[in-house]
């Protein structure tokens, strides 16, 4: 087994953008998990997709101050890029990874950016083929708006919710729900797949059973539960988790909430990074669809290159249908796994007259900013567009202020991040400032 080599200050400082892989983007995809030890029969990246997804940054701001914000202390200070800018970058995502690659917008918060903007930004991604996604705490996200930039081709909304917000008068995430079920109404029969994000901290690990529980309550509109281990890195003032959060820690504590032997079997990319899971909710009992590796192993070759729409789910069935049909050695392998499963649901089945939903839980462990292993950062499946490409979004985090602080060339000249100026000369840089009202995080906190 190899050693863990961890980046040394100097190479995350001076670490550049490599250039766009040759040859086809899902080819370079694999090589890549060839070269980490990641792949095998169970591996979608390189297999399905190219990229799991790529963040655009479209803001710094935020309306919160999170306890493990990943921005940096000098993010309040950076100016909104400009349209022209946003647009390139959608279209080097493109160009890296292909079509149907997943585009999350986010920030800070994206909804702090003018509509029709946000509106416009969410037409040229799904313009170029791929797929939109909006990731937001709820605050301004509305109903019109999302009904706006669902008619613009948004796919998916991951609303961020959980108790590192500190969200006046919620103490708890069972309190938080509240919000969740608010949220879940905005985006009722807009078409939007509705995903939620949690960050698992020490102050709401013994908590996520509970919260496993609600969104298994919700399976009917909530498609994934996405959550994210606690990471020192950012601006943040939670400091180091005392308690062991851990793939395998959070893992028992989504069985404990779920009343389901979850194995979260399939990582994405690195193993070391994320797990994933599908299940099949049905009179609120939960059924692991991830349980037999060589079923699961044969429905990714059968399924690769077929696209799935979230926003219909009957037409991702059709799909994965159609996939199957044309594999039948796989399906013949997968009749007797299938045969099992609607036997141990029959009782379930009919209760809830064949209604049937499926619920998916992700785990991503971000690592520490001072703890960057070469092994996760080569095979990482969550990337930031910056100006000069796509970049792992641990080491992104870790040196935020080399990509948000740079000058960017236009057709015009230079744009300032900081007075959101264009000008003949590249800005030199300089002091960044904060006022009193845009200190967060340790600034925040260190204030007299």
């Known amino acids: 087994m190899t050693a863990r080599r961890i980046m040394t200050p100097a190479e995350i400082a001076n670490w550049q953008v490599p250039p766009v892989p040759t040859g086809a983007p899902l080819a370079a995809a694999r090589r890549r998990m060839e070269a980490t030890g990641q792949w095998h029969k169970l591996q979608s990246m390189g297999r399905r997709f190219a990229m799991g997804c790529v963040a655009l940054e479209v803001t710094q701001r935020c309306n919160l101050d999170c306890t493990l914000c990943y921005l940096s202390d000098h993010s309040e200070a950076v100016r909104d890029l400009p349209l022209p800018e946003l647009f390139r970058r959608i279209d080097m995502i493109r160009d890296h990874y292909g079509p149907n690659t997943d585009v999350q917008v986010t920030g800070g918060d994206p909804t702090l950016r003018p509509r029709d903007e946000l509106a416009a930004i969410v037409a040229r991604i799904r313009d170029r083929g791929m797929r939109p996604a909006l990731l937001t705490n709820g605050i301004r996200a509305t109903p019109d708006l999302l009904a706006q930039l669902g008619q613009a081709g948004l796919v998916d909304v991951a609303f961020h919710v959980d108790m590192t917000q500190g969200r006046a008068g919620f103490a708890t995430e069972a309190a938080l729900n509240a919000i969740r079920l608010d949220y879940i109404a905005r985006a009722a029969g807009l078409e939007l797949a509705v995903m939620f994000n ?123 249908a159609g996939a199957l049909l044309a594999r039948p050695g796989v399906v013949a392998r997968t009749l007797p796994w299938a045969t099992r499963k609607l036997w141990a649901m029959r009782r379930d089945l009919l209760a809830a007259r064949l209604r049937v939903h499926k619920l998916s839980f992700f785990l991503h462990d971000f690592m520490d900013a001072g703890c960057l292993d070469c092994e996760r950062i080569d095979a990482c499946v969550f990337s930031v567009a910056t100006a000069a490409g796509p970049v792992s979004m641990c080491l992104h985090n870790a040196r935020r202020d080399a990509y948000i602080l740079q000058p960017v060339a236009t057709g015009r000249g230079w744009w300032d991040p900081l007075s959101g100026e264009v000008t003949a000369a590249k800005p030199s840089g300089g002091p960044v400032r904060l006022g009193p009202k845009t200190l967060k995080g340790r600034l925040k906190a260190a204030r007299p």
Do not use: K
């Not at 601006?235 to 032997?261: C, D, Y």
């Open 198 to 320: 949690t960050t698992v901290f020490d102050g709401n690990f013994s908590q996520i059973p509970a919260l496993a529980g609600f969104f298994v309550a919700q399976a009917a509109q909530v498609r994934l539960a996405s959550f994210q281990l606690q990471a020192a890195t950012g601006r943040g003032t939670a400091g180091a988790s005392t308690t062991p959060i851990t793939i395998e820690s959070v893992s028992a504590q989504l069985r404990a909430g779920t009343g389901a032997p979850l194995r979260l079997a399939m990582p994405v990319g690195h193993g070391g990074c994320n797990r994933y899971a599908m299940t099949a909710v049905v009179n609120g009992a939960v059924h692991d669809l991830y349980d037999d590796d060589a079923v699961l192993a044969g429905l990714l070759d059968a399924s690769a290159g077929t696209e799935f729409d979230r926003r219909r789910p009957w037409r991702a069935v059709a799909a994965l």
